[in-house]
T-cell receptor, first 112, second 117 residues
Framework: QKEVEQNSGPLSVPEGAIASLNCTYS??????FFWYRQYSGKSPELIMF????GDKEDGRFTAQLNKASQYVSLLIRDSQPSDSATYLC????????????FGAGTRLFVKA | NAGVTQTPKFRILKIGQSMTLQCTQD?????MYWYRQDPGMGLKLIYY???????DKGEVPNGYNVSRSTTEDFPLRLELAAPSQTSVYFC????????????????FGPGTRLTVL
């Protein structure tokens, strides 16, 4: 089992719809969780991070964390064509040493 | 602020050659990282540094070396390049006040696209 798993997609949604991106992780000691957006040929940029169970909202983005189910998701409301990118889930784990594990990413395509 | 800068942007190496990928940040961040990203894959940590003079291995360190003599610079050295090292390399930095860095944001450079033939 991979440490951080994401559906590779592509996930295709119409403009204005809600895009739901999911991520599962294997280590129960994982402490915090990040969503990065990466446009094609560009470097990743942080969208959101979350470390407590529940929801965290920032504009059109909502991160959801369920540690019991080892599941983290990102919802994008009112999706725009400019949201088309690959979304990387990253999990931070500190066990006497630094460890951040990235998922392979989900490609999102928002159709105008 | 320029943020995180990387040079070169592109490079083609022959098998067995060596090179150094340069990374500089001007944000006075104490943590710096090197990742590689293979096509369709996530980022894999090669090495990281928590401050000048301190480095440690990440997930995939074999075939690479690093040094951190200043806060700003974190070069990555490839010795005896192999086709398996064909990838995009990202340098990143972040700031932590100590006790780990659970919540800090990593800032990425633009990447270096390396091909080994």
């Amino acid at each position: 089992q991979k440490e951080v798993e994401q559906n590779s997609g592509p996930l295709s949604v119409p403009e204005g719809a809600i895009a739901s991106l999911n991520c599962t992780y294997s280590d129960r000691g994982s402490q915090s969780f990040f969503w990065y957006r990466q446009y094609s040929g560009k470097s990743p940029e942080l969208i959101m991070f979350i470390y407590s169970n529940g929801d965290k909202e920032d504009g059109r983005f909502t991160a959801q964390l369920n540690k019991a189910s080892q599941y983290v998701s990102l919802l994008i409301r009112d999706s725009q064509p400019s949201d088309s990118a690959t979304y990387l889930c990253a999990v931070y784990l500190y066990t006497g040493g630094f460890k951040t594990i990235f998922g392979a990413g989900t490609r999102l395509f928002v159709k105008a | 602020n320029a943020g995180v800068t990387q040079t070169p942007k592109f490079r083609i190496l022959k098998i067995g050659q060596s090179m150094t990928l340069q990374c500089t940040q001007d944000m006075n961040h104490n943590y710096m990282y090197w990742y590689r990203q293979d096509p369709g894959m996530g980022l894999k940590l090669i090495y990281y540094s928590v401050g000048a003079g301190i480095t440690d291995k990440g997930e995939v360190p074999n075939g690479y070396n690093v040094s951190r003599s200043t806060t700003e610079d974190f070069p990555l050295r490839l010795e005896l390049a192999a086709p398996s090292q064909t990838s995009v390399y990202f340098c990143a930095s972040s700031y932590s006040s100590g006790g780990g860095h659970s919540y800090n944001e990593q800032f990425f450079g633009p990447g270096t696209r390396l091909t080994v033939l």
